[in-house]
């Protein structure tokens, strides 16, 4: 069996801005991935839809927030389900330090959502 | 009636024999109504003292001794009472002469008061050096005394005075036994459970106690000096013996001057105190009322003071109403050697039919028992060892006969501990991460200072989070406990409570979130905050919580109007108000369920519930549900969720209100509204309570007089039974009082505070909460009825403005940008219907993450 490299994530438009109310998030699919796209403080931010601690993908529908750590400022999504926070920013569990979402690359054009590749 | 004097002072001359306690009330009472210008007053001494306290006299072993004495020579000389020394040996009533000595008084009333004497059993060798009874102070000296070169004492008798002596010689530092014939200690009071409670504490401190035992004999040496006490089949040694078992009453001079006598004993009086003599009347121990001896001082003083009145009216000195004696209560509470003992009532439940209950804890050496009438609606007596701190309440319960409004078991549960205090026990708080109390309080104490911190110290609360109200609680009580100031701020990004949050949005007029955060707040918020105040603006303006201003703080449940599950669907709830519903209803429900395969469950509140509907359903099955005739039950919100009913008066055989009619109404008049925490309750229509009202946040209970109206009761982990607010009340009294309630509960309650939370919180309780929204003590009874006629003329069904407002409903999409469905949903079947998969079937079929540059 041969190992092909798989290609590089294309940049994908996934919505409008305005689809997104500001402070909350979407879930968009990119390439049969789930991603949480969010809109917080003019800002777009995409990680994993996944909720690594419940299995549900229910992060897209999480309240975003922020918290103030060592000083800095940082965005934090909250998952609907039993409530634990990762940062938005990096993927990062506020709970367990093990764990961390996959969080993706984002870019906004002329109004409309580009989701990239992993970070 | 008055008859001259033929003494020389020509005033009424009236003697009373014996100056213990109730012969020294007597002259206070007979002084008090009598000055010396208008009667002389005589009292006969046995003993070479005036009266002190005997009830006390085991202090005279304190160091330092105190003063027992009741009164003084010059005490008695200011109040001119005279006082003979000595023992009054002849009693002549025809004569109406009394003999002291060689003195001969002339009385024109005469009050015997000489009390009793110790019962001595006849035992061989009771006479020996080295025995002792144990009722007077001079009593007391020779036990000193003979206590000096003795190791130990015995006392016969483990009635109360026994104790009283086995604590006395304690004290004077001797190995005491105690001696009781009867299987247990204490046997006139306490049942053999009491007994054993008591015996185990009086044996911890070291004292021999043997019960059920009948010594035959006291040994003595060849100096005649006691060596101890032979049984049947046993030998105790002691170097002194005390007998106190038991007192008979002094009526010896009544007895020879032909005066009548109980059957067992006493000078026998009538309910004016007066003997078989109209001049003279006793009171106290050595008196015999209805055939009956009071060996407690209670009673003794109520006899003083009947006498005094009654032998002051004969005198024609006082112009009252006889006073009457009826025989007294013996509930009595002591202290017998440290150990508090209570008895009140039927202790030994006596009255035919009773029955008891009783709680004994052999750890904290306590027992307590209630007497109970046959239906147990009333306490009719009761034991208490080793706690008495229940005694007056109880003792109240039973004389005023009182019907029990609680099961009689919590009235002998001890008081719970103060909330401020620390907890006992290491209380497992987290039961997923196996997190228990300590490793709580030992994160506090380390640093952590909010609940965030605590989940990251000790795992507790990233469970399933049912413990984080729980942690919150600790760490305010730990907060405290280490001298922090403990603040009510809702998070971080709010230095306020919820209610001065609620308070300033109102004053200031804040319409969103944007505004309130711009105003009061800092950061972006958070997922405590968000929806507190989305649940506040809720609550004052109506507006629809997923209007786009206010969709983006709610959670989940209240974004997508239904409650998200595990695997992420919901589930759908249609309001069916007091549990009634058509045929047709049923019908309509079940075939939506059918239609977008969803799992059905009666809920514990008397609706249907329809479970795993994808998120982009949800429109889809409203729309049929709304088309059924039913609207949004707002199982999802911090709101209303449901008024249960039975079928009262209009089926069953025993109610008496239209129990389903009113909480059709009150549960139509309450919904949507949007409250601190979820609300529920209960209409029962009649006292069966098949609705389980208590256990709501309000529960109404119907008789025949009107609607009772419970407050502040839930289920869930702290259990708590509503309080009774109101009784009697018709169905818009009710409505009236509840919108006030309701109303008043949303303004004040702190976030996720359920109503008994509240109530306990409230300062004055439940007597505050009645001034406030009952007598209207604080004026704001109209402004919180208008409050809530606003929220029910906002009303409007949710769904149903979803459903019509097209950029709400694009919100029920999926996926932003595909049709597919959540591939992450998978279903299993269960008993003939879906459920959620477990997590590893899921994950298997879960598609590997691409990751960047991998292979």
């Known amino acids: ?119 | 009636m008055f008859t001259p004097s033929l003494s020389a002072a020509s005033l009424p001359h009236v003697v009373v024999v014996g100056n213990g306690m109730v012969g020294h009330r007597l002259v206070q009472r007979l002084r008090e109504g009598a000055a010396a210008q208008t009667m002389r007053l005589t009292v006969i001494s046995e003993e070479p003292c005036l009266a002190y306290d005997r009830v006390q006299l085991s202090r005279q072993f304190d160091d330092p001794r105190p003063d027992l004495a009741l009164a003084s020579p010059d005490d008695y000389a200011v109040l001119e009472v005279a006082v003979v020394w000595g023992r009054a040996h002849t009693l002549n009533p025809a004569a109406r002469t009394v003999a002291v000595g060689d003195l001969t008084l002339h009385y024109d009333a005469l009050v015997l008061t000489t009390g009793s004497v110790p019962f001595v059993p006849p035992l061989p060798g009771r006479d020996a050096a080295g025995c002792f009874v144990y009722r007077t102070l001079a009593d007391l000296d020779a036990i000193r005394a003979a206590a000096h070169t003795a190791h130990t004492g015995v006392v016969i008798g483990g009635g109360l005075l026994g104790l009283e002596a086995a604590g006395a010689l304690r004290k004077l530092g001797l190995q005491t036994h105690v001696v009781e014939a009867a299987p247990h200690l204490m046997p006139a009071q306490l049942d053999s459970e009491g007994g054993a409670a008591l015996r185990r504490t009086v044996e911890a401190m070291g004292l021999g106690v043997h019960t059920g035992r009948a010594p035959q004999a006291i040994t003595t040496d060849g100096a005649g000096r006691v060596t101890g006490l032979r049984f049947a089949d046993d030998h105790l040694p002691a170097d002194l013996i005390v007998f106190s078992a038991g007192i008979r009453p002094r009526d010896d001079l009544a007895r020879a001057a032909g005066l009548a006598l109980g059957e067992r004993g006493g000078v026998k009086i009538d309910d004016l105190g007066r003997t078989s003599d109209p001049h003279i009347y006793a009171a106290g121990e050595c008196a015999a009322h209805a055939g009956r001896t009071y060996g407690l001082v209670a009673p003794g003083y109520r006899m003083a003071a009947v006498v005094a009145t009654n032998l002051l009216r004969d005198l024609g000195l006082l112009n009252t109403a006889p006073a009457l004696f009826q025989g007294a209560d013996l509930s009595t509470k002591l202290k017998l050697l440290g150990v508090e003992v209570g008895s009140f009532g039927d202790a030994h439940g006596q009255t035919p039919g009773c029955r008891t209950v009783s709680l004994s804890d052999n750890v904290r050496g306590t027992y307590s028992k209630l007497v109970l009438a046959e239906d147990g609606s009333r306490v009719l007596g009761g034991l208490l060892v080793g706690d008495t701190a229940r005694y007056s309440e109880l003792l109240d319960l039973t004389l005023s006969a009182t019907p029990l409004t609680a099961p009689p078991e919590t009235l002998l549960v001890p008081a719970l501990p103060a909330s401020g205090a620390l907890p006992q026990a290491d209380t497992l708080v987290c039961s997923c991460e196996n997190v228990r109390e300590s490793a709580v309080c030992a994160a506090v104490q380390g640093g952590a200072r909010d609940v965030a911190g605590l989940k990251r110290c000790t795992g507790a609360g990233t469970g399933c989070g049912g413990c984080v109200p729980t942690l919150h609680g600790l760490l305010q009580t730990e907060l405290r406990r280490l001298g922090q100031v403990v603040t009510n701020h809702l998070c971080g990004h709010y230095a306020h409570s919820r209610q001065e949050l609620f308070d300033l949005i109102r004053v200031r007029g804040h319409r969103t979130w944007d505004e309130v955060l711009a105003a009061h707040g800092s950061g972006h918020g958070c997922e405590i905050c968000k929806p507190a105040v989305a649940s506040i603006l809720a609550s004052l303006h109506g507006e629809l919580v997923v209007s786009p201003a206010h969709a983006a703080v709610q959670d989940t449940n209240d974004a997508f109007l239904a409650n998200i599950q595990k695997n992420g669907t919901y589930s759908v709830v249609p309001r069916v108000p007091g549990g009634e519903i058509t045929p047709a209803g049923l019908m309509a429900i079940g075939a939506v369920a059918q239609k977008y395969g969803l799992y059905c469950k009666l809920t514990g509140g008397q609706r249907i519930d329809l479970l795993g509907a994808h998120r982009d359903d949800l429109p889809l099955i409203w729309e049929d549900l709304i088309a059924a005739g039913f609207e949004s039950g707002h199982a999802y919100g911090k709101s209303l969720r449901t008024v249960k009913s039975c079928v009262g008066s209009a089926w069953c055989r025993y109610g008496v209100q239209d129990s389903t009619g009113l909480a059709v109404r009150l549960e139509l008049r309450y919904r949507g509204l949007r409250s601190p925490h979820k609300l529920k309750s209960g209409v029962s229509g009649c006292t069966r309570e098949c609705a389980e009202a208590r256990s709501k946040d309000f529960g109404l209970i119907a008789t025949e007089h009107g609607w009772n109206v419970y407050v502040g009761g839930n289920g869930g982990v702290t259990p708590k039974h509503a309080l009774l607010l109101a009784e009697g009340l018709s169905e818009d009294e009710v409505v009236r009082l509840l919108d006030r309630y309701l109303m008043f509960y949303v303004r004040t309650a702190d976030r996720l505070q359920r109503t008994s939370a509240w109530l306990e919180g409230l300062d004055g309780g439940l007597a505050y909460l009645r001034r406030v929204i009952v007598d209207d003590h604080l004026g704001l009874c109209a402004e919180l009825e208008a409050d809530m006629a606003r929220h029910i003329a906002s009303y409007q069904d949710e769904w149903a403005a979803a459903l019509a407002d097209p950029g709400v409903r694009a919100r029920f999409r999926t996926f932003v940008n595909a049709e597919e469905r959540d591939d992450g949903v998978v279903w299993v079947d269960e008993r003939g219907q879906i459920r959620p998969a477990e997590l590893p079937d899921i994950l298997s079929g879960l598609p590997q993450l691409p990751l960047h540059g991998g292979d």
């Open chain 1, 1 to 119: 069996m041969t190992f092909l490299p798989s290609p590089p994530l294309p940049w994908t438009r996934v919505c409008s801005v305005s689809d997104i109310l500001p402070g909350s998030g979407v879930c968009a699919l990119v390439g049969g991935v789930q991603v949480a796209v969010f809109r917080v403080a003019g800002a777009l931010y995409a990680t994993a839809n996944r909720d690594p601690f419940t299995g549900a993908n229910v992060l897209s529908r999480g309240l975003t927030g922020s918290d103030v750590q060592g000083g800095a400022l940082r965005y934090t999504v909250a998952s609907p389900l039993l409530k634990h926070r990762f940062d938005l920013a990096t993927g990062q569990s506020l709970d367990d330090p093990g764990v961390r979402l996959p969080v993706y690359a984002t870019r906004l054009e002329g109004g409309d959502v580009w989701i990239g590749s992993p970070i």
